[in-house]
């Protein structure tokens, strides 16, 4: 499975964006596709999940009422609808999809994920 990443950029607080992330390859037993970010210093940490098999979705709280996840079965494709963007916002944003069923708990963990994408760079000026 290969996952391409898009969409990132320059963008002013306040603003939005959207992020795609492109799967191709071996990828129909996918179980949920994930965002990630990691900002200059920090760890990747987790931002968003979509579960392929009934469309359940999770956000990190930073993000919560602000980002939208949502995936597209049929060009297997998930997208990350940014709004009201904060300069903390800013990192490298990766998409990883993990293959295993993995329980509930476990979905915001790095481990959990099988493939990443390459990482798009977000930048939030203030």
């Known amino acids: 499975v290969q996952l391409q990443a898009s969409g990132g950029g320059l963008v002013q607080a306040g603003g939005s964006l959207r992020l795609s992330c492109a799967a191709s390859?071996?990828?129909?037993?996918?179980?949920?596709t994930g965002w990630f970010r990691q900002a200059p210093g920090k760890e990747r940490e987790f931002v968003s999940v979509?579960?392929?098999?009934?469309?359940?979705?999770y956000y990190a709280d930073s993000v919560k009422g602000r980002f939208t996840i949502s995936g597209d079965n049929a060009k297997d494709t998930v997208y990350l609808q940014m709004s009201s963007l904060k300069p903390e916002d800013t990192a490298v944003y990766y998409c990883?999809?993990?293959?295993?069923?993995?329980?509930?708990?476990?979905?915001?963990?790095?481990?959990?994920?099988?493939?990443w994408g390459q990482g798009t760079l977000v930048t939030v000026s203030s």
């Open positions: 979509v579960r392929w098999s009934g469309g359940n979705t």
């Open positions: 990883a999809t993990a293959n295993r069923r993995t329980v509930l708990s476990a979905i915001r963990s790095l481990s959990s994920y099988d493939y």
């Open positions: 390859g071996r990828t129909g037993s996918k179980y949920a």
